[in-house]
């Protein structure tokens, strides 16, 4: 199948970073289906459609075939290979452990990195109270992806960043959002997250973030065998 990218409005592209943008704007566009597999992503129509030259597209599509959402082949072009349930059913088992390490490395957690953790949590309850799924989604990210900072291991975040786990775990939630499963039980378990990294109890925060991931993976499906 060749397409051109569909009508779906660009974000306004800063020159500053424009690579990275335009790189999680394609990944978001792929993972969420608007980017069917087999999509073509023509460097000029996207350059056109971001306003800008074609340098940092060919660029964000570089980085995108090394994550293995797109592949290119000479005289074909960029077509998009996509994400099926089973694989971003795979891609959290390697988060769950990525996660797990990071809360190992991280414990005893330093005071300052404490409070922004616990800011985060903050922000999940008064988001829940809100009754504002998105809010509560930037909030339980910034947390996880906070974890992975904690504990210093910079290829452990280089890990977590190359495969977009900001946005599959976007696309999860808001399935869960739209499901009307609720975030209720997940606030639970982040809440309870905090209290073990505070109390330095580094089994107990394995033994939740465990939990927290088997719920959020019934979200995807049943398991489809090899």
Same mark, same amino acid.
């Given at each position: ?99 797990i390490r990071a ?33 509560? %989604?930037?909030?339980?990210?910034? +947390?996880? $992806?906070?974890?992975?900072?904690? *504990? =210093?291991?910079?290829? @452990? /975040? ?8 900001? %946005?599959r775990g976007r696309?999860? +939630?808001? $399935?869960?959002?739209?499901?009307? *499963? =609720?975030?209720?039980? @997940? /606030? ?39």
């Open positions: 199948m060749s397409v051109a990218p569909g009508p779906r409005a660009a974000p306004q592209v800063k020159r500053t970073c424009m690579r990275d943008r335009i790189r999680d704007e394609l990944v978001t566009r792929i993972l969420d289906g608007h980017y069917a597999p087999g999509t073509q992503l023509k460097e000029l129509a996207l350059a056109r459609e971001f306003n800008v030259s074609q340098a940092p597209i060919r660029e964000a599509l570089r980085e995108l075939e090394g994550s293995g959402l797109v592949t290119s082949e000479r005289y074909r072009g960029t077509r998009v290979r996509g994400a099926d349930a089973e694989e971003l059913r795979q891609s959290y088992d390697v988060r769950q452990t990525i996660e809360v190992e490395l991280a414990i005893p957690v330093a005071a300052a990195t404490m409070t922004r953790l616990e800011a985060s949590l903050a922000a999940m309850h008064a988001a829940i109270a809100g009754e504002d799924a998105e809010g509560y %989604i930037d909030a339980a990210l910034a +947390l996880h $992806r906070g974890l992975i900072e904690a *504990s =210093g291991n910079r290829v @452990l /975040l280089t890990v977590w960043d190359s495969l977009h786990y900001d %946005i696309i999860v +939630l808001r $399935r869960m959002a739209e499901q009307g *499963s =609720g975030f209720g039980t @997940l /606030l639970r378990l982040h809440t309870e997250l905090v209290a073990r990294l505070r109390a330095a109890d580094a089994a107990g925060a394995v033994r939740v973030l465990r939990e927290t991931f088997a719920r959020i993976v019934q979200v995807m499906g049943p398991h489809s065998p090899a």
